[in-house]
């Protein structure tokens, strides 16, 4: 996270992510500043922190994922090194409640 007299003014979330089909990876899963603070190193330097953190963990590369829409954070993403690798779209499914039995047990 970034601070300036307690005010937070942007913040990270840097993760491993271990699967079987690779050998593993850092990824950001957030990268926030403030509208009022963009284009004033934030970014750079959280990624940079990321980098660090994910060098010392041990994972060879750093990977994000940014909506399609979003042209000026890929600029951005571009400007600090970072490379496109493929588009993609997510899909999702709503899970219900389960339904609970007269006896207390779920169905």
Known sequence: MAFK????????HVQGVHLIASDGYAEISALVVSH???????GQALV???KNWAAE????????????????????YQAIGFTQQRASYA?????????????????
Request: hydrophobic share 35%; proline share 5%.
């Open 48 to 50: 940079a922190y990321a």
């Open 57 to 76: 963990k041990g994972y060879p590369r750093l990977r994000l994922r940014s909506g399609l829409h979003r042209k000026h954070a890929h600029l951005f």
């Open 36 to 42: 009022a603070h963009h284009r004033q190193g934030i």
């Open 5 to 12: 007299s307690e005010q937070l003014l942007g913040l990270c």
């Open 91 to 107: 899909f999702e499914v709503n899970i219900p409640a389960p339904t609970v039995l007269s006896s207390g047990e779920t169905a």
